[in-house]
């Protein structure tokens, strides 16, 4: 089954405290990408990766790092995590040529205090 | 100003009724232009993308851009309850993407 996994699901953690949110494809797809969800401003971008070793900054990068040091796995990492990015976060892939995101994960609903 | 504004809803409808959701762009250099649909608790899916004007139809699903007006729609026909969920347009720019905040839509049996 085609399928973006995200762990973990729910996270409650402190400020300051880094944290690492995994996500992993199944479908050898060469495109990635980090979304937040927040009410009122829906899904903003964060980062995307073309492919292994290819990452670039989305709409809001700020206070996020990513790699793609395997085509299957993306990690989204906050070295310093702040209340300000308590949020909803979607992991994406994408086989077609234009990169539409295609496949998303559940989610990870992070709560920084 | 947003890039992409989208009416939140909510919007409910009797089953069986047309569904017209819809959304507008400031940016004329949006490339692709998606619909998802997100059910609760889940990611989004993607429902259909078009680069030209005019329309895309998918079974009960049409997709119509108006590049001239910078606006975009999703109608949906025969609505049935399984069709209740959020639906976000989107756009992109390169390798970007820029989303709607969805429409909450209800399909009443």
């Known amino acids: 089954e085609a399928q973006v996994t995200q762990n973990p699901r729910y996270l409650i953690t402190v400020t300051g405290k880094k944290l690492t949110v995994t996500c992993s494809q199944n479908?050898?797809?060469?495109?990635m990408s980090w979304y937040r969800q927040d009410p009122g401003l829906g899904l903003r971008q964060i980062y995307y990766?073309?492919?292994?070793?290819?990452?670039d900054k989305g709409d809001v990068p700020e206070g996020y790092k990513v790699s793609r040091k395997e085509k299957r796995n993306f990690p989204l990492i906050l070295e310093s995590p702040s209340p300000n990015q308590t949020s909803l976060y979607f992991c994406?892939?994408?086989?077609?040529?234009?990169?539409?995101?295609?496949?998303f994960g559940d989610g990870t609903r992070l709560s920084i205090l | 100003q947003k890039e992409v504004e989208q009416d939140p809803g909510p919007l409910s409808v009797p089953e069986g009724a047309i569904v017209s959701l819809n959304c507008t762009y400031s940016?004329?250099?949006?490339?692709?232009f998606m619909w998802y649909r997100q059910y609760s608790r889940k990611g989004p899916e993607l429902l259909m993308y078009?680069?030209?004007?005019g329309n895309k139809e998918d079974g009960r699903f049409t997709a119509q851009v108006d590049k001239s007006s910078k606006y975009i729609s999703l109608f949906i026909r025969d609505s049935q309850p399984s069709d209740s969920a959020t639906y976000l347009c989107?756009?992109?720019?390169?390798?970007?993407?820029?989303f709607g905040t969805g429409t909450s839509l209800t399909v009443i049996p």
């Open positions: 994406a892939s994408s086989s077609d040529r234009y990169n539409q995101p295609q496949h």
């Open positions: 990766s073309m492919n292994v070793e290819v990452t």
């Open positions: 989107a756009m992109s720019l390169g390798n970007q993407f820029y």
């Open positions: 078009t680069y030209s004007s």
């Open positions: 479908m050898n797809h060469e495109y």
């Open positions: 940016n004329s250099a949006f490339q692709y």
